[in-house]
């Protein structure tokens, strides 16, 4: 509830639901969906015309974030303080 106003029907909750993978991408992409909602005449918050591409990409975003799957583990020999780089698999 914003001000007072409660959700409209189908509005992703403030919190992540139960089973979101990834709480996180969920609260930050739940900030970007408040931040571009739309206006009476038809743009978004930001002045685009709506739905601008960052409500899309929220919505996608809290999508992901219910969707993702859990990381895999990690392999064997390979502890906390193996320095592998950013894209290692």
């Known amino acids: 509830m ?3 106003v409660p959700p ?6 403030v919190d992540p639901p139960l089973g ?3 709480p996180m991408l969920w609260r930050v992409a739940r ?7 739309p206006r009476t005449d038809n743009f978004c918050e930001c002045k685009a015309f709506w739905p601008c591409p960052d409500a899309r990409l929220a919505e996608e975003a809290l999508q992901l974030a219910y969707d993702r799957p859990l990381p895999r ?6 502890g906390r303080g193996s320095n592998l780089g950013r ?3």
């Open 2 to 4: 914003i001000d007072g």
């Open 8 to 13: 409209e029907p189908g509005e992703p909750p």
């Open 20 to 22: 979101c993978a990834d």
């Open 31 to 37: 900030a970007l969906h408040d931040a571009h909602r």
């Open 73 to 78: 583990a990690i392999k064997p020999g390979m």
């Open 87 to 89: 894209w290692s698999a």
